[in-house]
C-alpha cells in the first residue's frame, strides 16, 4: 500500500489534473485511520478515501468508478506501483478512441523479476506506437497499465458474481468502444506483483474448468447482446479462457 502511494506521491504530471481515490474495502482499522495520516503528510491533492465493509475487488472497482470525476480512469493495485513518469507519459497520447499503454514490470513478493506475458507483448507493439487493440490482446486481461477515456468505459461496470477473470470479463465489455492502443516510452513502467496466493491459483483443476465455462458462457452473453464487438477478439478470449481451464497451477502466472 505504502510503496503504491508513494509512487502516486511521486509522479511528474502536475498533482491539480487528477485526483487518487483511495477504496478501502472489507477493511476499516487501523487501515483507515492510517491512510487519512497520508493524505494529511503527503501533497497528494485531490484524494480521496472510501472505506465500505463489502469486500471484493468488483466492488472495489465499481466504487471507484462511480465517484471518478475525471475524464480518463487509470486502475492501479495497492500492492502495486508505477514509475514517476507514468501518468504522464499516459496522458500526452491517450485520446477518446486511443487507449494508452505503459510498458511493464512482474516481481514476486520477495521483489524478483518475474517472467510476464504482456511484458513481452510490450515490446512487440511498442515499437508499432500505436496498433488496434485487439494486436495487443494480452493487454486486455486487466485494467492495469493503461489510461481509458470515460466514454469507453461509460456506464458498464464489473460484474460482482465473478471472482476470477472479472478483469478480463469487464475489458472484454468495453471493447466495443475502443480502436486503438498507443504505447508509451519504456521510461513509463507499471510494477505488478504477482502473488503466489491469487484467487485463480487456489483453484482446483476442476474448479478452474467450471469457474472457466461460466467465464465463456459470459463473453458469449456480452458479444452475442452488444454492436461493435469484434468476433477475432472474442474468439480469442473464450481459447485464452480454455487453456487457462488446462494449463498447470504453476504457469498461470505467466
Known amino acids: 500500500m505504502w510503496q503504491c502511494l508513494d509512487s502516486l506521491d511521486a509522479q511528474t504530471l502536475d498533482k491539480r489534473l487528477w485526483e487518487v ?9 487501523p487501515w483507515k485511520t492510517e491512510i487519512k ?14 472505506q465500505t465493509d463489502e ?20 486502475f492501479l493495485d495497492d500492492d502495486d506501483y508505477v514509475s514517476p513518469t507514468y501518468l504522464e507519459a499516459l496522458a500526452a ?15 514476486s513478493d520477495q521483489n524478483a523479476h518475474l517472467p510476464y506475458a504482456i511484458e513481452k507483448e510490450y515490446r512487440r507493439c511498442a515499437a508499432k506506437k500505436t496498433v488496434p487493440y485487439y494486436v495487443a490482446k494480452r493487454y486486455f486481461r486487466g485494467p492495469w497499465m493503461k489510461l481509458i477515456h470515460r466514454s469507453i468505459i461509460a456506464e458498464r461496470r464489473y460484474n460482482p458474481r465473478f471472482a476470477v ?15 486503438f492502443v498507443a504505447f508509451t516510452d519504456p521510461q513509463a513502467v507499471y510494477y505488478r506483483r504477482i502473488q503466489q496466493g491469487g484467487a485463480s491459483r487456489q ?15 459470459q463473453y458469449t452473453k456480452i458479444y452475442v ?4 464487438y469484434k468476433f477475432s477478439f472474442y474468439l480469442t478470449r ?9 494449463v498447470s497451477q504453476k504457469k498461470i502466472a505467466t
Open 37 to 50: 495520516q497520508y493524505i494529511q503528510s503527503h501533497p497528494l491533492t485531490n484524494a480521496r478515501l472510501i
Open 55 to 74: 469486500g471484493g475487488v468488483s466492488n472495489a472497482r465499481n466504487i471507484g468508478l462511480d465517484q471518478a470525476k475525471g475524464e480518463y480512469i487509470a
Open 21 to 29: 481515490i483511495i477504496v478501502l474495502n472489507g477493511c476499516s482499522e
Open 238 to 246: 473464450l481459447l485464452g479462457t480454455l487453456h487457462g481451464m488446462m
Open 93 to 107: 497520447i491517450a485520446t477518446p478512441d486511443t487507449i494508452a499503454a505503459s510498458n511493464t514490470v512482474a516481481f
Open 225 to 228: 447482446r452488444g454492436r461493435g
Open 165 to 179: 477473470s472479472e478483469d478480463s470479463l469487464f475489458m472484454f465489455e468495453i471493447s466495443d468502444k475502443m480502436r
Open 203 to 217: 483453484l482446483s483443476r476442476m474448479q478452474r474448468i467450471r469457474n472457466g465455462l461460466r467465464v465463456m458462457r
